[in-house]
C-alpha cells in the first residue's frame, strides 16, 4: 500500500522571536488541514519532529487545534528530526495503521540568541570544539585539496541559492549576492564565510499524509511517496573520508531502489546545503554525479533553474533558512508545490519526480547521527 501527500504548507522563516511553538506551528497545520478537504476528526495520528522544542512538543501544538485522543510522536533526530517524522507517518500509512496522518516540522532557534548550534558535551569531539561550521570547513578544505576546485566554487553554491531564494516568499534571505560579496563575506570557519552557512531562525511546516484509498475517493491532486528511507549512522574509528557521507550515500541508493527510479529522472532535489560545501559534496552522494565531478555540474548550470535537475528550488536552507526540526518537513512542502504546480514564480514546469534529503550530525565516530531520503512522484 502506498502513501500520498495530500497537501502542505509553511511559514516564512524568519525571526519570529515572540512566537511559541504552537504559535509557529498552528497556522501552517491549519493551512495543510483545510486544503487536504479533510477535517481535524479525520486524522488518526500526529507526528511532530523538533530538535529544541521540549517535552510535547507536538501535544502543546494539536491541543490549540482541538485535536485530541490521538497518538501523537515525537521525533528529535536532529536536523532530520521533520523528515524523521515524514518517515515515520509514511510507514504508519502503508502499513495501514492509520489512514491520515498529520505531520509537524517546528523549530525555534532565536531562543538561543545567535551562534553555533548547542550540541551535547558530553561528546568528545564536541568538548574538542567540532561544532557543524568547523566540521563542514574540514571538509571544505579537502575537498579544495582533492577536487578540481576552487573558492569560487564554494561560493557559487551561494550565490544560486541566493537566486532561487529571491523568488520564494517563504525564503529567509531574498536578496542576490556575486561571488565576490560572498567570498568577502565575514570569515566564520576558514574557508567558509557567513554568506556560505545556513541562517539561524524559526520557521514551521505541516503536511496531511493518506492512505491510497483515501487519496483516491477524494479525486485531489498530491503525490505519490516512492521511497521514504532513514538510515542512521555506523561508529567508526580513525579516518573518516570527509568527502563521503557513506549514511546519504546508502540511503540514496536504497530509495533509488525502492523508488525504481535513476537520479538522472528526478526534475528537482531539495538537499541539506546547510554550508555550500555540503551541495558540493551531495552532488556526488545523490548520484546526480560521478565523484570528483560536483563543482564541474554547479558550473555548467544542470543544477539551476532551467537546469536538467533543478537543485534547491527554494534557495535551500542557504537562502531558505535552517529552522532544524522544521526544515525536512519543508522540503516535502517544496516539492509538494512543484509537483502540483503550485509554486508560483519558481516553479519548474513539468515536474514529475522529485528527491529530498536531510541529515543530522553531532556526534563523535559518526559521519551523522540519521539520513533521510524521500523520493516523490506527481500523482492524481
Not at 528529535?76 to 495503521?97: F, L, M, T
Not at 570557519?189 to 483515501?214: I, K, N
Not at 526534475?267 to 564541474?296: M, R
Amino acid at each position: 500500500m502506498s502513501a500520498y501527500i495530500l497537501s502542505g504548507a509553511m511559514i516564512p522563516m524568519g525571526k519570529h522571536t515572540n512566537a511559541s511553538y504552537a504559535g509557529l506551528a498552528v497556522p501552517p497545520v491549519r493551512r495543510a488541514i483545510r486544503e487536504s478537504g479533510l477535517s481535524r476528526a479525520d486524522i488518526g495520528a500526529v507526528y511532530c519532529g523538533h530538535a529544541f522544542g521540549g517535552m510535547l512538543t507536538g501535544q502543546r501544538i494539536v491541543k490549540d487545534l482541538g485535536i485530541g485522543g490521538v497518538p501523537v510522536v515525537n521525533i528529535d533526530n536532529a536536523c532530520s528530526g521533520g523528515a524523521s517524522a515524514v518517515q515515520a507517518a509514511c510507514q504508519a500509512v502503508e502499513a495501514g495503521i492509520v489512514d491520515v496522518a498529520l505531520v509537524i516540522g517546528v523549530d525555534k532557534l532565536t531562543q538561543f540568541g545567535g551562534g553555533t548550534l548547542p550540541l551535547v558535551t558530553e561528546d568528545w569531539e564536541v568538548r574538542q570544539g567540532m561544532v557543524m561550521p568547523a566540521l563542514y570547513a574540514m571538509r571544505a578544505r579537502r575537498y579544495l585539496h582533492e577536487r578540481d576546485a576552487t573558492p569560487a566554487d564554494l561560493a557559487a553554491v551561494a550565490v544560486k541559492a541566493r537566486r532561487h531564494g529571491m523568488t520564494n516568499p517563504f525564503a529567509q534571505i531574498r536578496k542576490a549576492a556575486t561571488v565576490e560579496e560572498v567570498l568577502a563575506s565575514r570569515v566564520i570557519c576558514d574557508p567558509l564565510t557567513l554568506f556560505q552557512c545556513c541562517p539561524t531562525g524559526d520557521g514551521a511546516a505541516a503536511l496531511v499524509v493518506v492512505s491510497e484509498g483515501r487519496f483516491r475517493r477524494l479525486g485531489k491532486s498530491g503525490l505519490r511517496v516512492r521511497a521514504s528511507v532513514l538510515h542512521s549512522g555506523t561508529a567508526t574509528t580513525g579516518f573518516r573520508d570527509m568527502l563521503r557521507p557513506e549514511i546519504t550515500y546508502h540511503s540514496a541508493a536504497e530509495a533509488y531502489e525502492v523508488a525504481e527510479v535513476d537520479p538522472k529522472d528526478l526534475d528537482l532535489v531539495e538537499l541539506h546545503d546547510a554550508f555550500t560545501i555540503a551541495e558540493l559534496v551531495y552532488y556526488e552522494a545523490l548520484g546526480l554525479c560521478k565523484p570528483g565531478h560536483s563543482a564541474a555540474l554547479l558550473r555548467s548550470g544542470a543544477t539551476s533553474q532551467g537546469g536538467r535537475t533543478v537543485v534547491n528550488p527554494s534557495g535551500g536552507l542557504l537562502a531558505k533558512g535552517h529552522p532544524v526540526g522544521c526544515s525536512g518537513v519543508a522540503q516535502v512542502v517544496e516539492a509538494f508545490w512543484h509537483l502540483t504546480d503550485q509554486a508560483g514564480a519558481r516553479q519548474i514546469p513539468n515536474a514529475r519526480l522529485a528527491l529530498t534529503h536531510v541529515t543530522g550530525g553531532g556526534i563523535s565516530g559518526l559521519d551523522h547521527g540519521a539520513c533521510t531520503v524521500h523520493i516523490f512522484e506527481r500523482a492524481s
